[in-house]
Nanobody, 115 residues
Framework: QVQLVESGGGLVQPGGSLTLSCAAS????????LGWYRQAPGKQRELVAG???????TYADSVKGRFTISRDNAKNTVYLQMNSLKPEDTAVYYC?????????WGQGTQVTVSS
């Protein structure tokens, strides 16, 4: 079994920054992709950013140039550095791990951007 534990969410003013972390533990044979999704009230869950095992990132158009995803393979941890935050970034952010057999999700962490 694999567990994903997220941290780093909170309340921040527009233009501010936050860094999310997600640590994976348990029976992990290999990790293909680590990613971050978000879901705002009344909206579908959407991809924010993902990073492959060899470090290649992908980003949603809405966060390009503002967010940076990175991973530490030795720690089985993925990070999301979020800069220039906007009110529309407010959502619950979920960590995702794509393994050889299935996809795992974290419990989510709330990010609220408000003055």
């Amino acid at each position: 079994q694999v567990q994903l534990v997220e941290s780093g969410g909170g309340l921040v003013q527009p233009g501010g920054s936050l860094t999310l972390s997600c640590a994976a533990s348990g029976s992990i044979s290999s990790i293909y992709i680590l990613g971050w999704y978000r879901q705002a009230p009344g909206k579908q869950r959407e991809l924010v950013a993902g990073i492959s095992s060899d470090g290649n990132p992908t980003y949603a158009d809405s966060v390009k140039g503002r967010f940076t995803i990175s991973r530490d393979n030795a720690k089985n941890t993925v990070y999301l550095q979020m800069n220039s935050l906007k009110p529309e970034d407010t959502a619950v952010y979920y960590c995702q791990l794509v393994g050889p057999d299935r996809v795992y999700w974290g419990q989510g962490t709330q990010v609220t951007v408000s003055s």
